[in-house]
C-alpha cells in the first residue's frame, strides 16, 4: 500500500478566489451560461411548489427529521452500520480523506482492480479519489453525463447537481468531437447524450467496480437511497462485481419513512421534478440464488471535517443539508461568479458553510465574506438551514483572535484576523464610549477634513471617497441654539 | 471499525478503519445535544401531512389510475390500458410493430407465459437463466426489451415500484433499450409516503427496491432535456384494468 499522504484536496489555492471571481465577472459567456441555468431552475423549482403552505409545511417536516437524525447521529451511526452488516455489507470509517480514499484502494488492490466506473458521487469528488486512484493505477470513469463532460474536459464541476452547467452545446461539441473517436461535430443534443451513451456502455461491462455516492440512508433497515435520472447510478451498483458506496456521515436518519418528505424536497428543489426517474433502494448484495447485482458491497462513511461543524450548536445546522443545490440556483454571487470561482467542490452558499470544515477558515477565508446576505439562500432551503445566519458566524471566526479560547474553536481559527483593523475597532468603541475623547475626534474630523484621503482603500475603487462634513450635526444644533 | 459480514477476511486496515470509528463515534458523543425529542412525533406529523393532502375524490381507484397514466406520460412513457385477457396479444403485436426481435423476461410467472404464448415468431422470448457474469455481452448487446412485472405503483408521481428477484433481476428493467412494465391497477398506491407505509417497507427491504418514474433521462447538456442517457431509452407501462381471470401477484 502507499505511503503517499500529502494532501490533494486544494485543487486551486483559497487565497485566488478575489482574482478567479473578477475573470469570471469579465466572462460574457460564463455570464450568461450562469444566468441562463439559474432562471431556468429556479422557474422548474417554482413550478414544483404552487401551494406556498404545502412547500412551508414540508420544509417544517425536513428540517425536523434532519434535525431530529443529526440529534440522534452517533447512536443512528451505529444503528446503520449493525443493520447493513447484518444485510452482508461492509462498512468502513473514514475520519479523512487521505482514509476514505485508502480504503477504497485498498478495496480495489485486494481484487486487482483497475477500472472503476463512477456514479455522481460529491463525496468522492471532496476527497479526489480519481486523482488518488488515477496516481496508483487505477482508472476512474466517470458516468453521469455532466461529471462525464467535465472529466473530458480535465475539468471539475461547476454546480453539485449539474456539473457541466458552465459548458455549452459548442463545448461538449468540439470536446466529444475530440475524445471520442468517430464523433463528428454535433450541437444536436439526443446526438451528444446519445454518444456519450455509446462512449459508456462498454465501461459499465467492463469495470472491476462501481462507486457511488449516497443521497439518504435509512438506520432503521440499512437502506442507501440513490437519486438519479440517468440510469448510470443503477448501471454502476448493478453491473460490476464490487459496489463502494462513499457517505457522509450526515446523511443517515432514522427511519425508511423519514426519507418520503426529504426525497420530494430534493428533487423539487433541485431539478423542479415531483420525483426523478430513478429512486435505487439498495439494502445489500446479490443474494444466493439472484442472478445479477454485486457481490461485495461495501459503505464508506466519511467525516472529513464534519464533526467540527457537528460540535457547535449552531454551526450544527451545516450538516442539514440534503445537497439539492437550491441555495446556489438562487445566490445573485454564484450566478454572476458561477462554481469554479469559488476553487471548492462544493461551491454557492452551502459551499461557503461547509468548505471550512472540509479544509479550514484559513483556506476558506475569502468565502464567507462573498455574501451579500441577502438571504435568498435561507428562503429556499428545503430543510431550513439559517445559511446567512452561519456566514457571519463564520466571518466572526475567521476574525477572531487566533489565540483566543473558545468552546469549540474552528480549524483555521483567525485566518481574517487582522491587528491593524482591531486596534481600529478598539480605538473607535473607546471614542464613542468616552465623551470627551469623542468631542475632540469629532472637531479633528470635520475641521482637518482637507487632509482626508483621497484613496481609502477598497472603498475608493468603485465609489468616491468619503469626506466629513465641514460641520457635524451637534455643532449645527448649537448654531441653531438647540443644546446636544 | 471494518465489520464484515460472515467470515471475510478482515482488511490489513480494519484496525485503523476501528480506531476511525472509536475517534469519530467519540467526538459525536461528547458533542450530541441532550435531547433528541420523540421520534414518534416525527412519525405522527409525517403521517399528518400526507394524510390531508389527499382528498377522498382523489383517491379513489378510478382517479389514481388516471393521474399515475397522465403523471408517467409527462414523463414521456408509453402507457395503455387493457383487461386481463387481452394485454397480451397488444403488447406482442405492439413489440412486432417496434421491431423487436428478443425480448428478456420471466417466462415461468402468469404474466411472463401469457405474453410467451402471445409472441409472434419474429420475437424471441428469453428467460433469464444465467448470472450476470456469463452473458454480460450477449445481455448488453442482443437484448432489444425486458419486461417486468412490478410490485406496485404510486399514483401521485407515476412510479413504477420494481422489486427484482431471481427469475426477474435488476438488470431487466435497466440495460435492454425498452423497458416495458405491467401493473395490475389494483396495486396503485395514492402516493409514496402511502406505498412505503402500506407495504411496510420498515418491517425489512429486498436487496434492491427501484421506483421508476419514465425512460432514462438527462438534462445535462445545456438544461436540454434528452431521453435514453443509460438506462432505457423507452418505457411502456401495461396498465391491467380488470382482474376477470388472473390473480395480482402477490
Known amino acids: ?484 | 471499525m471494518t465489520r464484515t459480514p460472515d467470515t471475510a477476511p478482515p482488511s490489513t486496515s480494519a484496525s485503523e478503519s476501528n480506531r476511525a470509528r472509536a475517534r469519530i463515534l467519540g467526538r459525536l458523543r461528547d458533542n450530541a445535544p441532550g435531547s433528541a425529542g420523540a421520534v414518534g412525533a416525527i412519525d405522527s406529523r409525517i403521517d399528518m401531512h400526507y394524510a390531508s393532502r389527499r382528498t377522498n375524490e382523489s383517491d379513489s381507484q378510478p382517479a389514481r389510475v388516471d393521474q399515475f397514466q397522465r403523471m408517467l406520460e409527462a414523463s414521456h412513457a408509453d402507457v395503455f390500458r387493457a383487461s386481463a385477457d387481452a394485454w397480451s396479444a397488444e403488447l406482442a403485436r405492439r413489440l412486432a410493430a417496434a421491431g423487436v426481435r428478443r425480448v428478456l423476461f420471466d417466462t415461468a410467472c402468469p404474466e411472463g407465459s401469457a405474453l410467451a404464448r402471445a409472441l409472434p415468431d419474429t420475437v424471441a422470448a428469453q428467460s433469464y437463466e444465467l448470472p450476470i457474469e456469463a452473458w454480460k455481452d450477449l445481455l448488453f448487446d442482443t437484448i432489444d426489451a425486458g419486461f417486468t412485472v412490478v410490485r406496485s405503483g404510486i399514483a401521485s408521481t407515476g412510479t413504477l415500484i420494481i422489486e427484482p428477484d431471481a427469475r426477474s433481476p435488476r438488470t431487466v428493467s435497466l440495460v435492454p433499450p425498452l423497458h416495458v412494465a405491467l401493473i395490475h391497477a389494483n396495486t396503485l398506491h395514492a402516493d409514496l409516503h402511502a406505498a412505503a407505509a402500506n407495504e411496510r417497507w420498515r418491517d425489512g427491504m429486498p436487496t434492491n427496491l427501484v421506483l421508476v418514474s419514465g425512460p432514462s433521462k438527462t438534462s445535462d447538456i445545456q438544461q436540454t432535456l434528452a431521453y435514453g442517457a443509460h438506462g432505457p431509452r423507452a418505457l411502456w407501462v401495461v396498465i391491467v384494468t380488470d382482474e376477470s381471470e388472473q390473480s395480482p401477484t402477490a
Open chain 1, 1 to 484: 500500500m502507499s505511503t503517499t499522504t500529502e494532501s490533494t484536496l486544494h485543487f486551486v489555492p483559497g487565497a485566488d478566489f478575489r482574482a478567479r471571481a473578477r475573470a469570471a465577472l469579465d466572462d460574457p459567456q460564463l455570464r450568461r451560461s450562469f444566468r441562463g441555468a439559474m432562471d431556468f431552475l429556479q422557474n422548474k423549482r417554482s413550478a414544483q411548489f404552487p401551494e406556498a403552505d404545502e412547500l412551508e409545511a414540508l420544509r417544517d417536516l425536513g428540517e425536523a427529521v434532519r434535525q431530529h437524525a443529526l440529534a440522534r447521529l452517533p447512536e443512528l451511526l451505529e444503528q446503520l452500520e449493525a443493520k447493513l452488516c447484518a444485510n452482508g455489507v461492509q462498512v468502513h470509517w473514514a475520519e479523512t480523506a487521505d482514509d476514505a480514499n485508502r480504503i477504497v484502494h485498498e478495496i480495489a488492490a485486494r481484487r486487482s482492480a483497475k477500472r472503476v466506473i463512477k456514479g455522481k458521487s460529491m463525496a468522492s469528488e471532496e476527497i479526489e479519489l480519481n486523482h488518488y486512484l488515477g496516481e496508483r493505477g487505477i482508472d476512474c470513469i466517470e458516468s453521469d453525463m455532466g461529471e462525464y463532460i467535465v472529466q473530458l474536459a480535465g475539468e471539475k464541476p461547476s454546480h453539485i447537481v449539474m456539473p457541466a452547467i458552465h459548458k455549452t452545446k459548442s463545448d461538449i461539441a468540439h470536446l466529444f468531437e475530440k475524445h471520442i473517436p468517430d464523433t463528428p461535430y454535433t450541437e444536436d443534443v439526443d446526438a451528444l447524450i446519445q454518444t456519450g451513451r455509446r462512449a459508456l456502455r462498454r465501461a459499465f461491462v467492463d469495470a472491476d467496480i462501481g462507486l457511488s455516492g449516497v443521497n439518504f440512508a435509512a438506520a432503521d433497515t440499512g437502506t442507501l437511497w440513490l437519486v438519479e435520472n440517468e440510469g448510470n447510478g443503477r448501471m454502476s451498483t448493478t453491473v460490476p462485481d464490487v459496489h463502494i458506496a462513499i457517505m457522509g456521515m450526515e446523511k443517515v436518519v432514522a427511519k425508511l419513512e423519514h426519507i418520503v418528505p426529504l426525497s420530494s424536497l430534493l428533487t423539487r428543489s433541485a431539478t423542479g421534478q415531483p420525483i426523478t426517474t430513478y429512486f435505487n433502494l439498495i439494502s445489500g448484495p446479490r443474494r444466493v440464488g439472484e442472478l445479477d447485482g454485486p457481490r461485495e458491497v461495501h459503505v464508506v462513511l466519511l467525516d472529513n471535517g464534519r464533526s467540527q461543524a457537528y460540535a457547535d450548536g449552531e454551526l450544527r445546522a451545516t450538516l442539514q443539508c440534503i445537497r439539492c443545490g437550491a441555495c446556489m440556483n438562487h445566490c445573485p454571487v454564484y450566478a454572476r461568479i458561477g462554481g469554479h470561482a469559488y476553487g471548492t467542490t462544493y461551491p454557492g452558499p452551502i459551499g461557503k458553510i461547509i468548505s471550512p470544515h472540509l479544509l479550514g477558515l484559513d483556506a476558506t477565508a475569502d468565502l464567507p465574506t462573498a455574501s451579500s446576505l441577502c438571504g435568498a439562500c435561507g428562503e429556499v432551503c428545503p430543510v431550513r438551514i439559517p445559511i446567512p445566519q452561519l456566514l457571519v458566524r463564520l466571518r466572526t471566526e475567521a476574525n477572531r483572535a487566533p489565540d483566543e479560547a473558545v468552546a469549540h474553536p474552528l480549524r483555521g481559527q483567525g485566518a481574517n484576523h487582522k491587528r491593524g483593523e482591531q486596534f481600529v475597532w478598539r480605538f473607535w468603541s473607546g471614542a464613542f464610549a468616552h465623551p470627551r475623547a469623542f468631542r475632540a475626534l469629532r472637531w479633528a474630523a470635520t475641521r482637518l477634513r482637507a487632509w482626508t484621503p483621497s484613496q481609502q482603500m477598497g472603498w475608493t475603487r468603485h465609489r468616491t471617497p468619503l469626506k466629513p462634513a465641514p460641520r457635524s450635526l451637534h455643532d449645527l444644533l448649537r448654531e441653531r441654539g438647540q443644546p446636544e
